[in-house]
């Protein structure tokens, strides 16, 4: 049997909150669940409308401090409007839509400084 895929990316931030209203209000991700049940532990998990791969906003591990997460790559199907909409709500780009060899690029952080990169699709 072989892997199939990737189904949840751990991105560390230090208030879940904050995480939750950036990916689901700015960037638009639907949440997909969230559950305090285990005393201590709440689970916050998010996904682009439709992905097959979601992302769960951590501030458990250790090792995985807040911030660290470099390079996630998203698509976006008109990657220029879609950076327009997204400065246009406050969101700080790191590098703003630009032509690279492989196609048309963007790099933004969140709250907490993870590096998000923004591919045309």
């Known amino acids: 049997m072989a892997i199939k895929q990737v189904t949840v990316v751990s991105v560390p931030v230090s208030d879940q909150d904050r995480a939750r209203a950036f990916y689901v209000d700015k960037l638009g991700f639907e ?3 969230e559950d305090a049940s285990i005393p201590g532990f709440r689970w916050v998990q998010v996904a ?16 995985m401090p807040a911030g660290s997460l470099q390079g996630l ?3 976006a199907d008109d ?10 709500d406050g969101a700080e780009f790191e590098q703003l839509p630009e032509e ?12 907490d400084g993870n590096r998000l990169v923004l591919q045309q699709g």
């Open 31 to 33: 949440l997909i669940r």
């Open 100 to 111: 690279r060899p492989y196609g048309l690029e963007a790099v933004l952080r969140d709250p």
């Open 48 to 63: 682009p409308k439709g992905a097959a791969t979601s992302l769960t906003l951590v501030n458990w591990f250790d090792s």
């Open 79 to 88: 990657l220029r409007a879609e950076c327009e909409r997204l400065a246009a």
């Open 73 to 75: 790559v998203f698509v």
